[in-house]
């Protein structure tokens, strides 16, 4: 399971208590431009609880005569509630979904927004949202199926964040090719300092590394391998796989590394100048806001793409949308048409301002920029725009379905591990590629 973790600190110890945590909006006022009053329920994991409270709070001013009943788990936690919930007939009005397996799940239970849209936001409505994640609302649709289930509410880029001071104390340049990266690495080990920092056991880490190295080895081969059903042991990504290993026989990430958690344990010891290297993303960013999520040596910070692997490779960033929603089929007709509302109040409207001005990940809406931005150390600025354009030109960051998902997780452990050969590990995923097609 790839987390969309960016789920910073707030998010990480909710699902670590394992709280399922409830929140209601309050006002059942009696006009809302001559609408009967309405009950809508709102599911999602990401954004955290205290952010979707200040977005519904103001949705509800905006709209009285909408009620939101939302919930906002940890993300194992919100999995679990939302599968019980379909099996019973009983999902939300509006729920937040991750680009790929999870979105393919839910598919089926969804209704068309499109129609919605174009009432709500004209007839260029498509226009209005960053084209990427708009173009990912719809890559799990059967072939001929041109709806618009989904529409993305945030973007978001995968990237290395980089301790610049780091490099910096031991007189090391920026690793630019893969070559540069293992000569870095073994001066920083020989100080104690962790190259790179991994947090294998939650598997979302190892896959990104994978993906950013096989787009770089192996070309469309990964993306054609699911669409096709077969195609997972091609020479380019057995090649991809052998650099994955590399990463642990070079000692580039640390010992142990496939057993430790991103959140908290190496986010943490990254935010205390422990590793050199992350691999996280434009999440991140909202360390460089002062208050309560501002981590001190953010000011060092930088973002790269995973160094070239040959003299002729394209690093490719891994980007899209970061959390889409959806309605359910089972609304009636009057919580569809408000449920749609909050739908575009969170991706287009104060409360998508809201969601970017904490920086939480990127807009989904073209064109928006955090008002905060001024606010945050001065290397935030450059850190931002990289990832947004990162998120208009990147490649598919999520695994399409869910158990070929977990099946490359345990292949890349395997693979570590020492297990596995890299061909017999991707060999094995062709039969689960196949059972998805």
Not at 39 to 68: C, G, L, M, R
Not at 148 to 175: C, D, H, Q, R, W
Not at 304 to 312: N, R
Not at 375 to 398: C, E, F, I, K
């Amino acid at each position: 399971m790839k987390l969309s973790v960016k789920l910073m600190s707030l998010v990480a110890l909710t699902t670590l208590l394992g709280i399922f945590l409830v929140g209601c909006g309050g006002n059942n006022a009696s006009s809302n431009n001559g609408s009967s009053p309405v009950t809508i329920s709102y599911w999602t994991w990401n954004p955290d609880i205290n952010t979707v409270k200040q977005e519904v709070t103001a949705f509800e001013k905006q709209y009285p005569n909408i009620h939101v009943d939302y919930k906002v788990p940890g993300y194992t936690d919100y999995l679990v509630n939302l599968k019980a919930a379909a099996n019973a007939g009983s999902l939300p009005t509006i729920f937040g979904m991750q680009v790929g397996g999870l979105q393919a799940q839910y598919l089926q239970y969804l209704q068309p927004l499109q129609n919605f849209a174009q009432t709500g936001l004209g007839s260029n409505w498509e226009s209005k949202y960053v084209k990427t994640g708009l173009d990912q609302a719809r890559i799990v649709n059967p072939s001929g199926d041109s709806n618009y289930y989904t529409v993305p509410e945030s973007m978001g880029s995968e990237s290395l964040l980089v301790n610049n001071a780091v490099f910096a104390k031991y007189n090391l340049p920026i690793p630019q090719t893969f070559e540069e990266l293992k000569q870095d690495a073994a001066v920083l080990n020989s100080h104690g300092v962790a190259p790179m920092l991994l947090g294998g056991a939650d598997g979302w880490q190892n896959e990104d590394l994978f993906l950013e190295i096989a787009d770089q080895v192996a070309g469309n081969d990964w993306y054609q391998a699911q669409k096709a059903g077969t195609g997972s042991d091609t020479p380019g990504l057995i090649q991809a796989m052998n650099i994955w290993k590399s990463l642990f026989t070079d000692h580039i990430v640390q010992t142990g590394a496939i057993g430790a958690h991103a959140y908290p344990n190496e986010v943490n010891a990254f935010n205390q100048g422990q590793g050199a290297i992350i691999p996280l993303g434009s999440w991140a960013i909202q360390g460089t806001l002062p208050g309560a999520n501002n981590v001190p040596l953010s000011k060092n910070w930088s973002l790269m793409l995973f160094p070239k692997l040959t003299a002729t490779a394209t690093p490719m960033p891994l980007a899209g949308a970061d959390v889409l929603l959806g309605i359910s089929k089972n609304a009636s007709s009057d919580q569809s048409a408000a449920g749609w509302k909050l739908i575009q109040f969170l991706s287009q409207g104060e409360g998508q301002s809201i969601y970017t001005d904490a920086m939480i990940d990127l807009p989904a809406q073209a064109g928006l920029t955090p008002t905060t931005l001024s606010q945050a150390s001065p290397n935030a600025t450059t850190m931002y725009q990289q990832s947004v354009d990162w998120a208009n030109t990147g490649t598919l960051r999520y695994v399409l379905y869910p158990q070929l998902d977990q099946a490359l997780v345990t292949a890349l452990a395997s693979v570590a591990t020492g297990q596995a050969t890299s061909a017999a590990a991707l060999t094995k995923l062709n039969g689960v590629v196949q059972q998805q097609q």
